[in-house]
C-alpha cells in the first residue's frame, strides 16, 4: 500500500491527479498540501477541498495551505491556461470540508517523521512547501521513501518560457533545494506529457461519451486547456501532466525507459530560469540524483485514466 502525499497547485489536471489517488487500491492519500502556482492560492484550496468532496471523501484528506510566494522570486500565475477558478470556469460550488490550520509544511513534516520511510511525495506543483520543510527538518531527506515530480524537461521546449516548464520556473530556487536533497526521486518531464500525456480529439471525444460524473468533470476541467492548447499548440487535445505522474506512481509498468541522472537547476539567470539540465553524458561526473523517466507508455496510461472516468478503482 502507498501512503501519498499530494503537493499540488490545484486547477485542471491536478484535480484529475488527485482523483486517481482517491480511487487508487494500492494507495492511501494521507494529506494534500497546496503551493502557490496555477492560479489564486485560496481558489487552488477551494479546489482540493471540491475535488475530495467530489470523490466522496469529504472530510476524510486533510488539506494543509502551504507556501502562498515562491522563496525568492516572484511569478505569474496561469489563468490562461486553467481558466479563473483554475477549473475551466465551472464555478463549482464551496466544499463543506475546510482546510486544516497547520501550514503545509509543518504537516509534511509531522506525517513523514510519524511514517519514516513510508511517505511517498507526488509533487505536481512548484517545490516551495517541500523545499522549506527540508529547511525547517533537513532529517526528513532520509525518512521520505519517494519523491515523484511531473517538472522540468529532458532538451525539450518549456512551457512557460522557452528554456523552462511551469513548476520549476516558479521556483527554481526551492527546485534545486530538493534535487539535491537526496531524497530517492523521479522526474516526469513535460516532454513525456507533451509525447504520451495528451488526449488528442477522438481520444478526449471518446471519454465525453463515458456520460459519468467523472468524465463530466474531466471535461470541464479541462475546458480552458483545449482552448489554450488551440491557441499556443494548434492542437486540438488536452494535456495530462499532472495525472501521467500519478498513474506512473500508481503503476510503475508504465514508464518504458527510465535513467540515473545528474540533473541541475537553473536558478540564477533571467532568459534560461528554471531550466532543468540533464547531464545525459555524464560529462560532470557527479553522482546522479535523480532517476528520469525518458519514455512512458500513452496506452497504458490511457487506459488508467479510462477507467478513472468511467468511475472504477484504478
Ligand atoms: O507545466 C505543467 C505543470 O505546471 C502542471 O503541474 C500544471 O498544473 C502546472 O502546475
Ligand atoms: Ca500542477
Redesign the pocket.
Known sequence: MLHLILDT?T????TIAMLMALRASNAKLEAVTINC??IDFDQQVENALYTIEFAGMSGKVPVYPGARHPLLKDWKT?EYV?GRDGMGNSNFPRAKQRPENRHAVDAIIEAVNAKPGEITIVE???MTNLAMALRKDPSIADKVKALYF??GTNYYQG??TPAA???IWVDPDAAKIVLNSGIPTTMVG?EI?MRSGLLDRKEYTEIQRFGTKESEFFMSVNRQVLRFMKRAYGLDAITC??SITMAIVLNPSIVKSIKQRYVEVDNVSEISRGATWIDELMILKRRPNVNVVYEASHAAFKDMLSRLLMGEKV
Open positions: 497547485d486547477a485542471g489536471d491536478d502556482g496555477n496561469a486553467h505536481i506543483a512548484p511531473m517538472g512551457n512557460v516548464e511551469f513548476n513535460w506529457c501532466p499532472d
